[in-house]
């Protein structure tokens, strides 16, 4: 294969235990309402994003999370500061577990969501 793809994730699928609290729980987080899909075999809850036919996303959908961050890491598009996601984090039940780090496209802190997933909270630089 000569091309490289446009984005190397295509899709992300968060599992988690009860889906229409961490629909809240992300919803808050993101500041933006996830999109619940129940056409598929399961229901999901889609992350909103300007066109799902080419943008790069995820959904959130009832399974087992790995055990206390132990799985992969999702980084979340945050619309305002990190420190205001991780208010948001922990007052919707999950867990700050990292300072804010500085990278050159911006700032992120590591997070737990409520079932224990692992989750990077990004602030872009503006």
Not at 19 to 33: E, I, N, V
Not at 85 to 101: H, L
């Amino acid at each position: 294969m000569s091309t490289k793809p446009t984005h190397a994730v295509v899709w992300t699928e968060v599992p988690v235990t009860d889906l229409p609290k961490a629909m809240q729980f992300y919803s808050r987080l993101t500041g933006q309402d996830l999109m619940l899909d129940e056409t598929g075999p399961n229901p999901v809850a889609n992350f909103a994003i300007e066109d799902m036919a080419t943008g790069v996303s995820g959904h959130l959908y009832p399974g087992k999370p790995a055990s206390d961050g132990q799985g992969p890491t999702i980084h979340l598009y945050i619309p305002d500061t990190v420190e205001a996601a991780s208010s948001r984090c922990i007052a919707g039940g999950g867990k700050v577990v990292s300072p804010v780090i500085e990278i050159p496209p911006g700032r992120f802190a590591y997070a737990r969501d409520r079932d224990g997933n692992s989750i990077g909270l990004f602030e872009p630089k503006r």
